[in-house]
């Protein structure tokens, strides 16, 4: 029979490995950690409470905000801006970078992060989930922090994850070497270790894009999808949730490729993307390449860009090795 390990005893053994650490890593994570079990706890019972349904606002991005993303908004920002692990935060429900407060000590890390993601599809009770990333800051320590400590590219992060609110709720988060998951055992409140060092198969049978775009991708893209659902790549299934944390998830457990392509239909020169680099396809794709995966805009991979903006978006395909070259190769005109 293996070790029971909680989350909070990774860490610790995590940290151990680094000498130099001072804990600080460690503690934020600790504290994220509680805020996750809080934002499970009323996603699974929104249902009862009446929670679901729009809130009337909207987001920086334009979409809809659910009351479900507002509740988990509020609950990271309180439970990470006292800590004294945080210089700011910047998050996807919110315009401009989060401060911590004047009364509260500025530390020497930055999270971002989609607080929901998913939620369009969340009356259906589809799973979704919340984002993190953490880079260290750039200005100097005790200062406020500054829109220069958040626009980092993903090579910079120091840690990143996700949680995904399910049918088992789960944690899956790097530090830097490995990937691992961890299984909140709702009985005793606990994330606990159930997939040690997560690695992503070298191919997969499953693509997963939304298809409703087709119309709107580059010819090479289509070329691709076209491609993957003949007898000459096949048999490959398609999936595709509408909750990048779900898609990403079942690719990284499975194997296969997660596309979200730029479209060209509101602008034929420039196209559009949808995913935001910073709380989604940034840590997303960071995580896949830990696990020995590819995350890859088409012309490079994803951690090499660095966002202008705080809400940036860019191209992603991630997931197994051999079916992001597949793509890559089509994208190029090499097929
Ligand atoms: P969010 O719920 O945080 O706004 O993110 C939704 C994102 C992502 O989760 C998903 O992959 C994508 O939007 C789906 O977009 P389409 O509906 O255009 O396929
Ligand atoms: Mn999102
Ligand atoms: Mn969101």
Same mark, same amino acid.
């Given at each position: 029979?293996?070790?029971?390990?909680?989350?909070?005893?990774?860490?610790?053994?995590?940290?151990?490995?680094?000498?130099?650490?001072? #804990?600080?890593?460690?503690?934020?994570?600790?504290?994220?950690? @509680?805020?996750?079990k +809080? *934002?499970n706890a009323?996603?699974n019972?929104?249902?009862?409470?009446?929670?679901?349904?729009?809130?009337?606002?909207?987001?920086?991005?334009?979409?809809?905000?659910?009351?479900?993303?507002?509740?988990?908004? $509020? !609950?990271?920002?309180?439970?990470?801006?006292?800590?004294?692990?945080?210089?700011?935060?910047?998050?996807?429900?919110?315009?401009?970078?989060?401060? *911590? /407060?004047?009364?509260?000590?500025? #530390?020497?890390?930055?999270?971002?992060? &989609?607080?929901?993601?998913?939620?369009?599809?969340?009356?259906?009770?589809?799973?979704?989930?919340?984002?993190?990333?953490?880079? %260290?800051?750039?200005?100097?320590?005790?200062? &406020?922090? !500054?829109?220069? =400590?958040?626009?980092?590219?993903? %090579?910079?992060?120091?840690?990143?994850?996700?949680?995904?609110?399910?049918?088992s709720t789960?944690?899956? @988060?790097?530090?830097?070497?490995?990937?691992?998951?961890?299984?909140l055992d709702p009985s005793v409140g606990?994330?606990? @270790?159930?997939?040690?060092?997560?690695?992503?198969?070298?191919?997969?049978?499953?693509?997963?894009?939304?298809?409703?775009?087709?119309?709107?991708?580059?010819?090479?893209? %289509? %070329?691709?999808?076209?491609?993957?659902?003949?007898?000459?790549?096949?048999?490959?299934?398609?999936?595709?949730?509408?909750?990048?944390?779900?898609?990403?998830?079942?690719?990284?457990?499975?194997?296969?490729?997660? +596309?979200?392509?730029?479209?060209?239909?509101? $602008?034929?020169?420039?196209?559009?993307?949808?995913?935001? @680099?910073?709380?989604?396809?940034?840590?997303?794709?960071?995580?896949?390449?830990?696990?020995?995966?590819?995350? !890859?805009?088409?012309?490079?991979?994803?951690?090499? +860009?660095?966002?202008?903006?705080?809400? &940036? !978006?860019?191209?992603?395909?991630?997931?197994? /090795?051999? =079916?992001?070259? =597949?793509?890559?190769?089509?994208?190029?005109?090499?097929?």
């Open positions: 029979m293996s070790a029971i390990v909680s989350v909070q005893r990774h860490l610790l053994e995590t940290q151990r490995h680094h000498p130099t650490a001072t #804990g600080d890593l460690t503690a934020l994570l600790w504290d994220l950690t @509680l805020a996750f +809080l *934002i009323e996603v019972k929104a249902g009862l409470v009446n929670l679901y349904g729009l809130d009337g606002d909207r987001n920086a991005s334009g979409d809809d905000v659910t009351k479900l993303d507002r509740f988990a908004q $509020d !609950t990271i920002f309180r439970m990470m801006d006292h800590g004294g692990h945080l210089c700011c935060m910047a998050s996807e429900e919110e315009r401009e970078i989060i401060p *911590i /407060p004047a009364k509260y000590a500025k #530390g020497k890390y930055v999270l971002s992060y &989609d607080p929901l993601d998913g939620s369009s599809n969340i009356d259906a009770n589809v799973s979704v989930g919340t984002i993190f990333a953490i880079h %260290r800051r750039r200005t100097p320590e005790g200062t &406020d922090g !500054t829109e220069e =400590d958040v626009l980092q590219s993903g %090579r910079a992060l120091v840690a990143a994850g996700y949680v995904i609110y399910g049918s789960m944690l899956v @988060l790097s530090t830097g070497q490995r990937v691992d998951g961890f299984t606990e994330f606990l @270790l159930s997939h040690p060092d997560i690695r992503i198969p070298k191919r997969g049978k499953i693509y997963s894009v939304n298809e409703g775009n087709q119309s709107f991708w580059r010819e090479n893209t %289509r %070329r691709y999808v076209d491609w993957i659902k003949s007898p000459e790549a096949g048999p490959y299934k398609g999936r595709y949730i509408g909750s990048m944390i779900a898609d990403v998830h079942r690719t990284l457990l499975y194997g296969g490729i997660f +596309l979200y392509p730029r479209t060209f239909r509101h $602008d034929p020169v420039k196209g559009e993307c949808k995913l935001r @680099l910073l709380y989604e396809a940034g840590p997303m794709g960071w995580i896949v390449e830990r696990a020995g995966g590819v995350a !890859t805009t088409g012309d490079e991979p994803v951690a090499d +860009l660095v966002p202008t903006h705080l809400h &940036d !978006t860019c191209p992603v395909a991630i997931g197994s /090795p051999d =079916d992001v070259a =597949d793509y890559l190769a089509f994208y190029r005109g090499e097929r």
